[in-house]
């Protein structure tokens, strides 16, 4: 082999080196970026497994604490019917935890005007759930479409509807009486039903009214006209007298536990 023809045939090889050298290194490339590839997906894959995760033990949470307010109430309602029973109300009817009862009424005693605050506030918290339900009126008229109402909307007319139902339910047991005699005799006092609609009403006003009313200022005067609302019923039902102390803390709590049952329906449906 001449010397020209030996150059060659070394080029050649060194152009084959390089080649293989060359596709070594393609290969090295690509097995990385499809390492990386994997790894991304994974990433990806874990996240959505852990955010997958997340929300079932956020729902889980949701409704144990939900199970948890009504076994609260009902729980607070059997004491109410076993505990310290005694003939300390009008006609000598029997009341749960009476000497607690007695000595907060015989402190406060009884004033009407309280009574008529009271009721005056519910009447207008009634004409507030109106306006939020109407909202679903106004959209199933306009659109000619019931699945066109919003379904935060839905779930509020049938939450208000429920306690419409519990209100009359509650109507009808006499777990305690009202420590005084008013026009119909003996009425069951138990929980304070003014309590438990204002509360009912205005606490899911307020997460309506977060969702609908963009201006910061108005939202902020709803929410303390809402807030003022509760506190003032709450407080004015029991120095009106008309409740045991005991019924308007059973109040917050059926309220408590409804509320809470409306907002594991929002999260949840």
Not at 43 to 53: D, F, L, P
Not at 233 to 259: K, N, P
Request: net charge negative.
């Amino acid at each position: 082999m001449s010397e020209i023809e030996a150059k060659e045939q070394n080029k050649e090889n060194n152009e084959e080196v390089i080649e293989e050298e060359i596709k070594e290194v393609k290969n090295e490339e690509k097995n990385e970026v499809l390492k990386e590839v994997d790894k991304a997906e994974n990433n990806e894959a874990n996240k959505e497994a852990n955010k997958e995760t997340q929300q079932v033990v956020n729902k889980t949470k949701i409704i144990i604490t939900t199970v948890i307010w009504i076994a609260i109430f009902i729980v607070y309602t059997i004491i109410i019917k076993t505990v310290d029973v005694a003939p300390v109300g009008p006609e000598g009817s029997y009341v749960g935890l009476a000497t607690i009862n007695k000595a907060a009424h015989d402190y406060f005693g009884i004033n009407l005007v309280f009574y008529e605050l009271s009721d005056y506030l519910v009447k207008f918290s009634i004409v507030v759930a109106f306006a939020l339900v109407s909202i679903g009126l106004v959209q199933w008229i306009k659109n000619k479409s019931f699945k066109s109402i919003d379904k935060d909307i839905h779930i509020l007319f049938w939450f208000y509807a429920f306690v419409v139902g519990m209100y009359g339910v509650f109507e009808i047991l006499e777990i305690n009486y009202r420590p005084i005699i008013m026009d119909e005799g003996l009425e069951s006092s138990y929980p304070s039903s003014h309590t438990m609609v204002m509360l009912c009403i205005m606490i899911p006003a307020m997460m309506q009214f977060a969702r609908r009313i963009k201006n910061k200022k108005l939202l902020f005067v709803a929410n303390v006209i809402s807030m003022a609302m509760m506190f003032i019923t709450v407080v004015a039902r029991f120095l009106s007298g008309v409740h045991w102390l005991t019924d308007i803390v059973g109040g917050i709590l059926v309220s408590v536990a409804l509320v809470r049952v409306y907002y594991t329906f929002e999260k949840l449906v």
